[in-house]
């Protein structure tokens, strides 16, 4: 007479069988070619191309646990052009264009604005990229995609001689499916080495995607991660002037209005 399995190890295959299907449906799809789709979810994703095409905006920058923090002031004036001051009064007057793919650094008494190297980093080791945003479809060419469940990942390349070039030679953009939001970003060096981690950490209400908190990590160096809170942004007309390397007299008189002080 045909004899029956313990019921213990019919619990134990069972088990084994779900744990495997877990594994299974978790394990990322290989990288494909990307789809009308995909590029449809990139785009969607872009924060940088989302925000508004003229704007002034205050942030806030501390190390994590911190309470020493400094405030940025940041304007732009179109997709190319971006103004950042810092806000302490020992740094008054200085101000970092950028125009393009360039950055430049203004200081009061100075003859002639200075061009910035690609190395060149903000308060606490911020690139200009991990600051204002990263402009996933025109700084950077779509490779292939993964996905995981909700969670895709785009696998994108610098193109030369944009402002992406000068903060890493590729990145990994993390975005949820279901949401539409990014997650996460990975800035890579031409090794493919993750070199430091972009993190979004909640987004203010409203049909733009535009973050709350950005934590930044610096995988190579290590330290503490910073903090970057979004105190205010105003959507409003950016005076051309403002980005005028030759006449800085028209920006200082610009700035000077501004509720945030010279």
Same mark, same amino acid.
């Given at each position: 007479?045909?004899?029956?399995?313990?019921?213990?190890?019919?619990?134990?295959?069972?088990?084994?069988?779900?744990?495997?299907?877990?594994?299974?449906?978790?394990?990322?799809?290989?990288?494909?070619?990307?789809?009308?789709?995909?590029?449809? !979810?990139? &785009?969607? /994703?872009?924060?940088? *191309? #989302?925000?508004?095409?003229?704007?002034?905006?205050? =942030?806030?920058? +501390?190390? %994590?646990?911190?309470?020493?923090?400094?405030?940025?002031?940041?304007?732009?004036?179109?997709?190319?052009?971006?103004?950042?001051?810092?806000?302490?009064?020992?740094?008054?007057?200085?101000?970092?264009?950028?125009?393009?793919?360039?950055?430049?650094?203004?200081?009061?008494?100075?003859?002639?604005?200075?061009?910035?190297?690609?190395?060149?980093?903000?308060?606490?080791?911020?690139?200009?990229?991990?600051?204002?945003?990263?402009?996933?479809?025109?700084?950077?060419?779509?490779?292939?995609?993964?996905?995981?469940?909700?969670?895709?990942?785009?696998? !994108?390349? &610098?193109? /030369?001689?944009?402002? *992406? #070039?000068?903060?890493?030679?590729?990145?990994?953009? =993390?975005?949820? +499916?279901? %949401?539409?939001?990014?997650?996460?970003?990975?800035?890579?060096?031409?090794?493919?080495?993750?070199?430091?981690?972009?993190?979004?950490?909640?987004?203010?209400?409203?049909?733009?995607?535009?973050?709350?908190?950005?934590?930044?990590?610096?995988?190579?160096?290590?330290?503490?991660?910073?903090?970057?809170?979004?105190?205010?942004?105003?959507?409003?007309?950016?005076?051309?002037?403002?980005?005028?390397?030759?006449?800085?007299?028209?920006?200082?008189?610009?700035?000077?209005?501004?509720?945030?002080?010279?």
């Amino acid at each position: 007479m045909a004899t029956r399995a313990p019921a213990f190890i019919s619990l134990r295959v069972r088990a084994a069988l779900a744990a495997l299907v877990a594994a299974l449906l978790a394990t990322p799809a290989p990288a494909a070619e990307p789809s009308a789709a995909d590029r449809a !979810l990139l &785009a969607a /994703s872009n924060l940088f *191309a #989302a925000a508004p095409e003229q704007f002034r905006a205050r =942030v806030a920058v +501390r190390t %994590t646990g911190g309470t020493d923090r400094a405030e940025l002031e940041i304007w732009r004036g179109g997709r190319d052009r971006l103004l950042v001051r810092p806000l302490a009064a020992r740094q008054r007057g200085k101000v970092i264009l950028q125009l393009g793919a360039e950055r430049w650094l203004l200081t009061p008494g100075a003859r002639q604005p200075v061009k910035l190297g690609a190395g060149f980093r903000l308060h606490g080791g911020i690139s200009f990229e991990e600051l204002l945003g990263i402009d996933i479809e025109r700084g950077y060419r779509l490779l292939r995609t993964e996905s995981a469940g909700r969670i895709v990942t785009f696998h !994108l390349e &610098a193109e /030369s001689a944009t402002a *992406a #070039a000068t903060g890493a030679a590729a990145a990994r953009w =993390v975005v949820d +499916r279901e %949401t539409r939001r990014p997650l996460r970003a990975d800035l890579l060096l031409e090794s493919g080495r993750v070199a430091r981690v972009v993190e979004f950490r909640g987004f203010r209400p409203g049909g733009r995607p535009v973050p709350e908190v950005v934590v930044l990590k610096d995988v190579l160096r290590g330290g503490p991660p910073l903090e970057v809170e979004l105190l205010e942004i105003e959507e409003r007309e950016v005076p051309a002037a403002l980005f005028d390397l030759a006449d800085g007299g028209a920006r200082a008189r610009l700035l000077a209005d501004d509720p945030a002080g010279p």
